[in-house]
């Protein structure tokens, strides 16, 4: 079965530290997979996104991602946080086929300490 | 360009009563998503029009929920009768035919409490 697992439901980093959000995929053909944002009051908003191209993705406010398939994860990454960057993060996966829609993970509150 | 834009970004009703929920895609997006967030869960698929027809609305959690697309632009969902468990945010998205990457737009979605 299709699926996207989110580890943590919330990290904490100190501002200015990297920020690591996880995400594992499983999927039964190659996927594609994004990363979205919802800021507080706001909508879904996306970060960055891998279709088979590169397998290092750069999105937008300095996040990028790396997509291995030998460890099927779709970690994401920002040098260093700012505190802007406070906001829930969701990983989603779109497989085709099958069920039409992105299969999203529970998403990851991302929390910045001064 | 305007976005997707989601209407109303609240609602608050009881047990029973009828919520609709409206949905304007980006123009000349054919494709529209309904995806639904129950608090403390993930965000789960509902169903997807291209214009007009339901592609595929297995989501749908059972037939209190009627969604349509009136002539391929805007579109609804209600809940009649609306049950507690309903509560959640109801998201809409949408998406261009060019290209098959998976990419949607998102709204910045719908609140439903229901008490």
């Known amino acids: ?114 | 360009e305007a976005g997707v834009t989601q209407f109303p970004s609240h609602s608050v009703i009881e047990k029973g009563q009828t919520v609709t929920l409206r949905c304007d895609p980006i123009s000349g997006h054919d494709n529209l998503y309904w995806y639904r967030r129950v608090m403390g869960k993930e965000i789960k698929f509902l169903l997807h029009f291209v214009k007009e027809s339901k592609q595929d609305e297995s989501g749908m959690p059972n037939n209190r929920f009627l969604a349509e697309r009136t002539g391929g632009t805007y579109s609804t969902l209600k809940v009649q009768p609306a049950e507690l468990e309903d509560s959640g945010v109801y998201f809409c998205a949408s998406k261009g035919i060019q290209g098959n990457t998976g990419e949607l737009f998102f709204g910045e979605g719908s609140r439903l409490t229901v008490l």
């Not at chain 1, 996104?49 to 291995?68: C, D, H, M, Q, R």
């Not at chain 1, 505190?83 to 996966?93: I, K, L, N, R, V």
Request: aromatic fraction near 12%; charged fraction near 10%; hydrophobic fraction near 35%.
């Open chain 1, 1 to 114: 079965a299709q699926s996207v697992t989110q580890l943590g439901s919330h990290v904490s980093v100190s501002e200015g530290a990297l920020v690591l959000l996880r995400c594992n995929y499983s999927s039964s053909v190659p996927p594609y997979l994004f990363w979205y944002v919802q800021y507080p009051n706001q909508g879904l908003q996306l970060l960055l996104k891998y279709t088979s191209a590169a397998t290092l993705v750069k999105g937008i406010n300095g996040f990028e991602a790396e997509f291995k398939k030998s460890e099927t994860s779709f970690h994401l990454t920002k040098p260093s946080a700012h505190m802007s960057d406070a906001a829930e993060y969701f990983c989603a996966m779109y497989s085709g086929g099958g069920a039409d829609g992105l299969t999203f993970g529970k998403g990851t509150h991302l929390i910045i300490q001064p």
